[in-house]
């Protein structure tokens, strides 16, 4: 193992563990496809997470994308994340960020009709609550 396997596995954990996602390489396989990664077995993954590989470099994008960081601060370090948003930072659950796009692609009134909805969840007291 290298010293920069090494390194890049802290900084995917520590990523991983601020997003909120876990560090099981089914789910990161599953969300690496839906953040436009290349096809990558579970054992490449478990590899990236131990220090024991790194990951090409579209995958590389697109764990950095799904974190919301930027590539190189994944793979070179100062890994702050924070999506900058023109309303201020946002930190997003990678979960959050597909379903925020899924909903961006829908049309007029079903983005609508879906505002109303989490707007009645958030009066009924759910708001509050994460999960």
Same mark, same amino acid.
């Given at each position: 193992?290298?010293?920069?396997?090494?390194?890049?596995?802290?900084? +995917? #954990? *520590?990523?991983l563990?601020?997003a909120? &996602?876990?560090?099981?390489p089914?789910e990161?396989?599953r969300?690496?496809? %839906?953040f436009g990664?290349?096809?990558?077995?579970?054992?490449?993954?478990?590899?990236?997470?131990?220090?024991?590989?790194?990951?090409?470099?579209?995958? +590389? #994008? *697109?764990?950095?994308?799904?974190?919301? &960081?930027?590539?190189?601060?994944?793979?070179?370090?100062?890994d702050?994340? %924070?999506?900058?948003?023109?309303?201020g930072?946002?930190h997003?659950?990678p979960?959050?960020?597909?379903?925020?796009?899924?909903f961006?692609?829908?049309?007029?009134?079903?983005?609508?009709?879906l505002r109303?909805l989490?707007?009645?969840?958030?009066?009924?007291?759910a708001?509050?609550? %994460?999960?």
């Open positions: 193992m290298s010293n920069e396997h090494i390194a890049f596995s802290e900084r +995917l #954990r *520590a990523a563990q601020r909120g &996602v876990g560090e099981s089914v990161l396989v969300l690496l496809a %839906r990664g290349e096809p990558v077995s579970q054992q490449a993954v478990s590899g990236w997470l131990k220090g024991r590989a790194m990951p090409r470099q579209a995958n +590389l #994008r *697109a764990l950095a994308k799904m974190l919301s &960081v930027e590539p190189q601060q994944l793979q070179y370090g100062d702050t994340r %924070r999506v900058k948003e023109t309303r930072e946002w997003l659950d979960r959050d960020q597909l379903a925020i796009e899924a961006l692609r829908l049309p007029t009134a079903q983005r609508k009709l109303h989490i707007e009645e969840f958030f009066r009924s007291g708001g509050g609550k %994460r999960g």
